[in-house]
């Protein structure tokens, strides 16, 4: 019963390829994250939803889609692959109703691979 | 924009011994989080600090957050083997939807 669940753990592919990371979370959270974590381990925010809704999207190019079919998920699509794009990529969930003091939890990272 | 510093970057420590992490924001943010990474692994929450004041702690583990100098500290206490990994100290940019993470806090206890 993982709570914050992401699919596949490990993506090897090549330059120019478009792929697709997915993530559920069964915490009951309204608002989802995606976040980059970078060969120097430094982590920053790509984008929240909440309710399904686009509230932060922090200058990520236009390959990046994210995707909220329903609160509980948020997928990540990503076009034309290029070398910088390989990182870990993590899902986490929160409440943000009434400015909850919940922290965000987050999922296990895709381990993303540009060869 | 918003920085997070840490300090130190990298800490190599003794068993037993006790040390603290820095960690500067650089804006007003009433919510300040402490996380914990093991190589390879996920980001496990430690602390959530949301007043000035707030002092909080987990076994060998203590934080406490000054609003005003905009400063928190994890202070490690007798240090053991487990406590090896990475701290980040992270800081609420977007009133709950985005957070700010420092560049994270590499120990290792030795012994």
């Given at each position: 019963d993982t709570a914050v669940s992401q699919t596949p753990k490990y993506l090897v592919t090549q330059m120019g390829n478009?792929?697709?990371?997915?993530?559920?979370?069964?915490?009951?959270?309204?608002?989802?994250?995606?976040?980059?974590?970078?060969?120097?381990?430094?982590?920053?925010?790509?984008?929240?939803?909440?309710?399904?809704?686009?509230?932060?999207?922090?200058?990520?190019?236009n390959r990046f889609?994210?995707?909220?079919?329903?609160?509980?998920?948020?997928?990540?699509?990503?076009?034309?692959?290029?070398?910088g794009d390989s990182a870990v990529y993590f899902c986490a969930s929160s409440n943000t109703r009434g400015l909850s003091n919940q922290p965000q939890h987050f999922g296990d990272g895709t381990r993303l691979s540009i060869l | 924009e918003l920085k997070v510093?840490?300090?130190?970057?990298?800490?190599?420590?003794?068993?037993?011994?006790?040390?603290?992490?820095?960690?500067?924001?650089?804006?007003?943010s009433d919510r300040l989080y402490w996380y914990r990474q093991d190589p390879g692994k996920s980001l496990e929450s430690l602390f959530v600090l949301l007043s000035n004041g707030a002092v909080k702690q987990e076994g060998r583990l203590?934080?406490?957050l000054d609003t005003k100098a905009r400063l928190s500290t994890l202070h490690i206490t007798a240090a053991v083997h487990d406590l090896s990994a990475t701290y980040f100290c992270a800081v609420d940019i977007a009133s709950g939807y985005a957070l700010n993470f420092?560049?994270?806090?590499?120990?290792?206890?030795?012994p």
């Open positions: 478009d792929k697709s990371i997915k993530c559920e979370q069964n915490l009951g959270h309204d608002t989802m994250y995606w976040y980059k974590q970078d060969s120097k381990k430094f982590l920053k925010i790509m984008f929240s939803y909440n309710n399904k809704e686009l509230i932060i999207n922090e200058t990520v190019p889609s994210p995707k909220s079919p329903d609160k509980a998920h948020l997928n990540l699509h990503i076009n034309s692959l290029e070398l | 510093e840490q300090n130190p970057l990298f800490l190599s420590m003794q068993e037993g011994k006790n040390y603290t992490i820095y960690c500067n924001y650089s804006t007003t203590m934080a406490s420092g560049k994270g806090t590499s120990l290792l206890v030795t």
